[in-house]
C-alpha cells in the first residue's frame, strides 16, 4: 500500500493564481483531512470528509475548496492565491480514530 | 476549547541515553492521543495510539503513557540512537473525527 500521496511536492503560486493540490489513498479510509502547517503553530484542519460526496469546514477554511467523488481522492482547491496561504499543506486519512498523513506538499505565494 | 502543550520545545542528548517527551493537555474529555514523529520536509509518522480508555501503549523502544486526570501524556524512548533525531508531535482527539488538536511539537537531537 503506498498510504497516502500528496502532488506537487513543492509549487510556486503568484498572488492571484488557483491551483489544486492532489490527494489519493488506496487504504479504502472513509475518512480524510486537509491541514496547514505552520511555524511554530500546531497543524490546523482546513476542510474534511467523511465520505464521497460529504465535505465540511476545518478551523480554516476560508480561501480553499474541496471535492470528494470518490472514496481514494479528495483535492484540495486553492482560489486567488494570497501570501497568507504560504504554507506546508498535509492531507491525512482515518481509521477507527488513528491518522495517517501524506508527505505534504509546500506552497509558496508571491 | 483544548490545548496542547509540547514542553520543551528542544530537546538535545547524547546518544544511549533514556528520555521522555512531554504533552499536556487542558481538557480530560478524550476519545484517543496518538504520538507522531515528523522528519524535516517530511510527513508524520504514527508511533503509538493511546485510547481513551487505556493506560500506555509500547511499540519495540518507544513507550507512550496516558494520565487523563492530571492531563499529560509521555513519550519514553529508550536508549536513543541518531536516527532518533526528529520532531516529535502529540496529537488529541477530543471526539469527532474532526476534533483532533495538535501540540506544536518537541525537536530531539540525539547526538552521536
Known amino acids: 500500500n503506498a498510504g497516502v500521496t500528496q502532488t506537487p511536492k513543492f509549487r510556486i503560486l503568484k498572488i492571484g493564481q488557483s491551483m489544486t493540490l492532489q490527494c489519493t489513498q488506496d487504504?479504502?479510509?472513509?475518512?480524510m483531512y486537509w491541514y496547514r502547517q505552520d511555524p511554530g503553530m500546531g497543524l490546523k484542519l482546513i476542510y474534511y470528509s467523511v465520505g464521497a460526496g460529504i465535505t465540511d469546514k476545518g478551523e480554516v477554511p476560508n480561501g480553499y475548496n474541496v471535492s470528494r467523488s470518490t472514496t481514494e481522492d479528495f483535492p484540495l482547491r486553492l482560489e486567488l492565491a494570497a501570501p497568507s496561504q504560504t504554507s506546508v499543506y498535509f492531507c491525512?486519512?482515518?481509521?477507527?480514530?488513528?491518522?495517517?498523513f501524506g508527505e505534504g506538499s509546500r506552497l509558496t505565494v508571491l | 476549547k483544548q490545548e496542547v502543550t509540547q514542553i520543551p520545545a528542544a530537546l538535545s542528548v547524547p546518544e544511549g541515553e533514556n528520555l521522555v517527551l512531554n504533552c499536556s493537555f487542558t481538557d480530560s474529555a478524550i476519545y484517543n492521543l496518538q504520538w507522531f514523529r515528523q522528519d524535516p520536509g517530511k510527513g508524520l509518522t504514527s508511533l503509538l495510539l493511546?485510547?481513551?480508555?487505556?493506560r500506555e501503549q509500547t511499540s519495540g523502544r518507544l513507550n507512550a503513557s496516558l494520565d487523563k486526570s492530571s492531563g499529560r501524556s509521555t513519550l519514553y524512548i529508550a536508549a536513543s540512537q541518531p536516527g532518533d533525531s526528529a520532531t516529535y508531535l502529540c496529537a488529541l482527539n477530543s471526539g469527532g473525527y474532526q476534533k483532533v488538536t495538535f501540540g506544536i511539537g518537541t525537536k530531539l537531537q540525539v547526538i552521536p
Open positions: 493511546i485510547q481513551s480508555s487505556q
Open positions: 487504504m479504502n479510509h472513509n475518512y
Open positions: 491525512a486519512s482515518s481509521y477507527k480514530g488513528e491518522l495517517f
